[in-house]
């Protein structure tokens, strides 16, 4: 087993949390600061409340979906904008992946629409459009200010559906989470989840998402956590709305793996430092007091409230 800098938390008489680095020019020492600097912030109750459970689908072949034909244009006052930031991301080497963008309202069964990625870019609520076309939009407002004032709802963004990944390891009675990377185009540089966003091309002849989701998470857990597709199953899919950010499905993954297990495997490695330098792990049962404790992006705070409650 390849030998881990560790640091171990302890959180209350009964709990600790055990942070692992993945990236080797992180020592024990780092980990701690990173730890302890942490410890105490917790996070605004009031951002959860944008969040919603809207259902728990026990596999992906239960998921309730419909898919819509055609593909998804930004609203006309962004087109411009839209058109800008393809520019722009274009000449950063950035992708303008294909999406799944859910269409409407988050509601069941959910409409998956094709879309890109760059269409989430240009309509999110806190995108600020006069920042690539000064002339064209007014100073330092919002995409979430402008759709009120244009009256455009909120639900005519391009929300791709997204995935978040709860690591159950040791057969359940480890909760493992991660020191998100810098520069990760969502939910960067703090503590949460792994997490991706499936790239469906829905026009293609014959597309089953089905299939092609369960592929891309057997994907993501080897990128991610050296994970076979007999090292883990997936117990449980969460749909959660974010009326703020984007829907997302938060998948249960089980695995007889421990968090030091998983760092053992990742330690060194670029693909997996690239998406998470550090990884921690907890007891399961710990979950709802740690998102009171610890800073986390606040669309986990909801799903780690849900496992709690399960």
Known sequence: MVEVPTYQHKLDDNHVLNAYSIDPSIGSQELESLVRDNDGIGNDPDKAKEISLVRKFDSFDDFDFVVVEGRYEVPEQLRAFREA???????KGRYNGPVAIVDGSVELPLKLKQGGFYDYAATKLGAIPAELLPDSYPADKANGELF???GIP????AKYLGHAYLMLTNNGKELTLVQ??????VAGDCMGVAGST???????HGFDYVNYVKGHVNDEMMEEF???PDDFSVSGIYLFNDKRNMPFCALEINTSLSGEDLASRIHGDPGAIKE???IYSIDSSYAREFVNR??????IVSMLQSLGKN
């Open 198 to 204: 499936p790239n469906p091309n829905f026009s293609e």
């Open 148 to 150: 009120e004032e244009w």
């Open 85 to 91: 930031i393809g520019k722009e991301y274009d000449n």
């Open 226 to 228: 050296k994970l076979g």
């Open 276 to 278: 998470h330098p550090v």
């Open 154 to 157: 909120n639900d005519e963004r």
């Open 180 to 185: 998100r990377a810098k520069g990760m185009a």
């Open 294 to 299: 610890f800073p986390v992006f606040e669309s």
